[in-house]
């Protein structure tokens, strides 16, 4: 087994595409933290979570330590892990469902990870 910490950085948009205003993308990033460290309660492969907002870029950064097999798992988890959070607060994601109600929209734009 093997620990990766993973930073995943998404640009935050409304539904018709313009940018989030700034206290409106500080909430997102506080809200996800939040959705974050719930799920980290319930998997033990993952900790160390950490959210961080951007208001110049329109952007917010999710980040976590996961132990899995190798790198490929550990992306996937987390992957998993973070998307459900987005979710879990109203926000969309390409290629799942959107909810029910108008979150916002969150488009990758960079992955890193690093073994620890």
């Excluded at 950490?50 to 110049?56: L, N, P, Q, R």
């Excluded at 879990?88 to 969150?106: F, K, L, M, V």
């Amino acid at each position: 087994m093997m620990q990766v910490h993973i930073t995943h950085e998404f640009a935050v948009r409304m539904p018709e595409g313009s940018r989030l205003p700034t206290e409106d993308l500080h909430q997102e990033g506080e809200r996800l933290m939040e959705a974050l460290l719930d799920l980290e309660n319930c998997n033990e492969d993952v900790g160390d979570v950490a959210t961080s907002s951007d208001a110049a870029r329109g952007a917010v950064v999710a980040e976590l330590v996961v132990t899995a097999v190798d790198e490929a798992a550990a992306v996937e988890k987390a992957t998993t892990v973070i998307r459900s959070a987005i979710h879990t607060i109203g926000g969309s994601t390409a290629g799942w469902d959107r909810p029910s109600e108008q979150g916002a929209d969150y488009h990758p734009k960079a992955v890193q990870l690093e073994r620890v």
